[in-house]
């Protein structure tokens, strides 16, 4: 257990819909890093938030948005479905990471796995 | 991704060792990693290695860099049945972070 929650774990919903996926650090870790996992294009980061501000952006589509809560939990919405969203959607968090990506240790959540009909 | 290259599958004998090779492509890469991934988890970091290294070792794990060709490889020592997984390359330029596609390592007996 790496100490990261994701919720749900799974969802399933419909093209043209919108989701929240939430995500709650490790204790002390300011930290949180999103990925998608999928066949087609395999482990791509998205976007990492430290301490409430926006730091790094990856792949991340202009239909997708995230934000870092005072609390530390995140969540990544993701709006205007497409199958091709379908993805398992990795959480990680880590300690520091003020300057960019962390280069130390990240721990992943277990993810939540997006199913669009 | 495309910055990052490894072989899909690997097949290993029980007690053999494993060996896991990726290629990269920015130079100014700063860090690179590897992860394993068991089926229906998470990623779960092994190791990584800073740029200006040529080698570390974590018991079983032996990482070895050779910067001027881009080529990052992962020795497994004694491989046991429960290294069976996915295993990712990965780099960062602090600001980017790169995955490979993963290589699938299957352990026979």
């Known amino acids: 257990d790496s100490g990261v929650t994701q919720t749900p774990k799974h969802l399933i919903t419909a093209t043209g819909q919108r989701v929240t996926l939430r995500c709650s650090p490790r204790?002390?870790?300011?930290?949180v890093y999103w990925y998608q996992q999928s066949l087609d294009q395999g482990l791509q980061f998205l976007i990492q938030?430290?301490?409430?501000?926006?730091?790094a952006k990856g792949n991340i589509l202009e239909r997708f948005s995230a934000q870092q809560f005072p609390d530390l939990h995140s969540e990544l919405n993701l709006s205007s479905l497409e199958l091709g969203d379908s993805a398992l959607y990795f959480c990680a968090s880590s300690v520091g990471g003020t300057g960019g990506i962390w280069v130390g240790e990240q721990f992943f959540g277990p993810g939540t796995r997006l199913t669009v009909l | 991704g495309e910055d990052v290259e490894q072989s899909l599958f690997l097949s290993v004998r029980e007690g053999d060792s494993s060996v896991i090779n990726c290629t990269y492509t920015d130079s100014s890469s700063t860090y690179l990693y590897w992860y394993k991934q068991e089926p229906g988890a998470g990623l779960q970091l092994l190791t990584y290695?800073?740029?200006?290294?040529d080698m570390k070792q974590d018991q079983r794990l032996t990482v070895l860099l050779n910067k001027k060709d881009k080529h990052l490889s992962l020795r497994i020592a004694d491989t046991q049945t429960g290294d069976s997984a996915i295993y990712f390359c990965a780099e960062t330029n602090d600001y980017k972070l790169s995955f490979g596609a993963g290589t699938t390592v299957t352990v026979r007996a």
């Open positions: 938030y430290y301490n409430g501000e926006e730091r």
């Open positions: 204790s002390g870790d300011l930290s």
């Open positions: 290695i800073f740029s200006n290294m």
